[in-house]
T-cell receptor, first 111, second 113 residues
Framework: NAGVTQTPKFQVLKTGQSMTLQCAQD?????MYWYRQDPGMGLRLIYY???????DKGEVPNGYNVSRLNKREFSLRLESAAPSQTSVYFC??????????FGPGTRLTVL | QKEVEQNSGPLSVPEGAIASLNCTYS??????FFWYRQYSGKSPELIMF??SNGDKEDGRFTAQLNKASQYVSLLIRDSQPSDSATYLC?????????????WGLGTSLAVNP
């Protein structure tokens, strides 16, 4: 099992460009999450999907959109990237025990 | 506002000592509690979870939960330099929270050889 996979691992964008971060899990989990992590700010929830077909805003959703494509995949889209979105992005999934398993992360720089 | 608080550290301990990491939470109805370890540049990985009051042991790690005092701690026995990392405490506040966790900012641990 690969667990949670994320692509790309690194990305550099110019202000105003768009991109989609991809996430997939092979653990048959219902719930999936997107976080960003910045120095001194901890993990902040951007969006989550409690089950296939549902998505909800987290703590910092502005500037992002998500798609729960199917049970395995949950993508995060930046429509018009801003320097404030420079961060490390983690995708996670969880089982009925609420334990969250994380992907390796995407390091995004917006110039 | 539901909160999880941790001392940011750094906590420095000598190799072989016991490292004690603490976490307090604000929501008295919280049901499940998690400790994650995060090495620099890596993603968080689960160490252990605890649901019931008392101690739970897994190898060199012991989680302690006291719901009356609203704190959860992690003890690392025989600390090794490879334990040097940031330790994140996470709490599920319970029913209606849709499986979201509330995260502390983490405690940085340095184990000195």
């Amino acid at each position: 099992n690969a667990g949670v996979t994320q692509t790309p691992k690194f990305q550099v964008l110019k202000t105003g460009q768009s991109m989609t971060l991809q996430c997939a899990q092979d653990m048959n989990h219902n719930s999936m999450y997107w976080y960003r992590q910045d120095p001194g700010m901890g993990l902040r929830l951007i969006y989550y999907s409690a089950s296939e077909g549902t998505t909800d805003k987290g703590e910092v959703p502005n500037g992002y959109n998500v798609s729960r494509l199917n049970k395995r995949e949950f993508s995060l889209r930046l429509e018009s990237a801003a320097p404030s979105q420079t961060s490390v992005y983690f995708c996670a999934s969880s089982s009925f025990t609420d334990t969250q398993y994380f992907g390796p992360g995407t390091r995004l720089t917006v110039l | 506002q539901k909160e999880v608080e941790q001392n940011s550290g750094p906590l420095s301990v000598p190799e072989g000592a016991i490292a004690s990491l603490n976490c307090t939470y604000s929501d008295r109805g919280s049901q499940s509690f998690f400790w994650y370890r995060q090495y620099s540049g890596k993603s968080p990985e689960l160490i252990m979870f605890i649901y019931s009051n008392g101690d739970k042991e897994d190898g060199r790690f012991t989680a302690q939960l006291n719901k009356a005092s609203q704190y959860v701690s992690l003890l690392i026995r025989d600390s090794q330099p490879s334990d040097s990392a940031t330790y994140l405490c996470a709490v599920n506040p319970g029913a209606g929270n849709n499986r979201k966790l509330i995260w502390g900012l983490g405690t940085s641990l340095a184990v000195n050889p």
